[in-house]
């Protein structure tokens, strides 16, 4: 059965479609959402400098107080900048440089990137394949820009939306050990893909967990729909955006070398809806990989 978007934890109302699986999930409603209500925000920092990707009036000052605020994220920055990528002569050193040679957009998506990175890093737990997450994350953001770009759409954004798509993955890994075993297991024993086997033990999947989070850190609906969305493109008036996630999921898995996973089906509806074909996307997928391993590389996840 499906419970209603709107439930009742305590006296807090919570936003969290939960499909109901046959066999009862061993945490109730109210225990799986108090765990995900403890994982930790994003950093101050880290939101503002997302939420300025929407805002029309963000400016370069801003930004470089933003970033020069927190000292890892210029130190991360900075790493980026003088990596092999850009190639820049004589090396850069301090953040209004970096901006004046590469652009306002540029860090901007290179700030949100090491901050991110950093989140997940700060967040993870022993024994879990962060840098597995980390790497599709990357590809999918690096496809994500491209095929917003294509589509006319706001690349900055999908930029950020493909790093976080599946953060929900990372809050059950690690709020929620046991489960995921169990999810694993499911996974295995069915040959499904790992959001049908959380619906099954969990009765909510990552996406939806994601983008409860995204919410609950007052993103705009542009970043947390697709998050909530990018596996399911079927319903009704999905947002370009959740397609252009979808999409680029999709080819996030087929073009990642080693991606043991299965390769997820490309909606032919997304593709339409964003007038896009394969034959469209195809010249720049060299330009993705490159992009993808000097940012892999500069993240240490090489």
């Known amino acids: 059965m499906i419970l209603p978007t709107t439930i009742t934890a305590g006296d807090q109302e919570q936003e969290v479609l939960m499909d ?26 880290t939101l503002n400098i997302i939420l300025s990707i929407d805002e029309e009036h963000s400016t370069l000052s801003d930004l470089t107080k933003k970033i020069e605020s927190d000292a890892e994220m210029v130190e991360v920055v900075l790493k980026q ?23 306002f957009n540029t860090i901007r998506n290179l700030a949100c990137l090491g901050s991110i990175v950093n989140y997940y890093r700060s967040h993870s737990r022993r024994g879990y394949d962060l840098k597995r997450l980390m790497r599709h ?27 976080l798509h599946d953060i929900g993955q990372f809050v059950i890994a690690v709020s929620l050990p046991n489960e995921l075993a169990r999810i694993v297991d ?21 996406a939806k967990i994601g983008e409860y989070l995204a ?10 729909e697709p998050i909530g969305n990018h596996h399911n493109i079927f319903g009704s008036g999905p947002s370009l ?30 593709m339409k809806r964003l ?18 391993f000097d940012m892999c590389y500069s993240m240490g996840f090489n």
Not at 20 to 45: G, Q, R, W, Y
Not at 215 to 224: G, Q, R
């Open 275 to 292: 007038a896009l074909s394969f034959h469209d996307l195809s010249p720049y997928f060299e330009k993705i990989e490159n992009e993808y």
């Open 81 to 103: 900048v003088n990596s092999a990528h850009y190639n820049i002569k004589g090396g850069v050193s301090s953040i209004d440089h970096a901006i004046m040679l590469l652009g």
């Open 186 to 206: 499911y996974k295995d024993e069915h040959g499904c893909y790992a959001s049908d086997a959380e619906k099954a033990i969990l009765g909510i999947d990552h």
């Open 137 to 163: 994350s990357i590809m999918v953001g690096c496809c994500a820009k491209v095929v917003a770009k294509r589509s006319g759409l706001n690349s900055d954004i999908a930029f950020v939306v493909g790093l």
């Open 20 to 45: 109901v699986a046959s066999d009862s999930p061993p945490l109730t409603i109210e225990e799986m959402i108090d765990k995900i209500n403890k994982f930790p925000s994003l950093s101050h920092n």
């Open 241 to 270: 955006m959740s397609d252009t996630i979808h999409v680029a999921d999709v080819l996030g898995h087929a073009l990642q070398s080693g991606n043991t996973d299965p390769i997820p089906s490309l909606s032919s509806l997304s």
């Open 215 to 224: 919410k609950k850190w007052h993103f705009p609906k542009v970043i947390f």
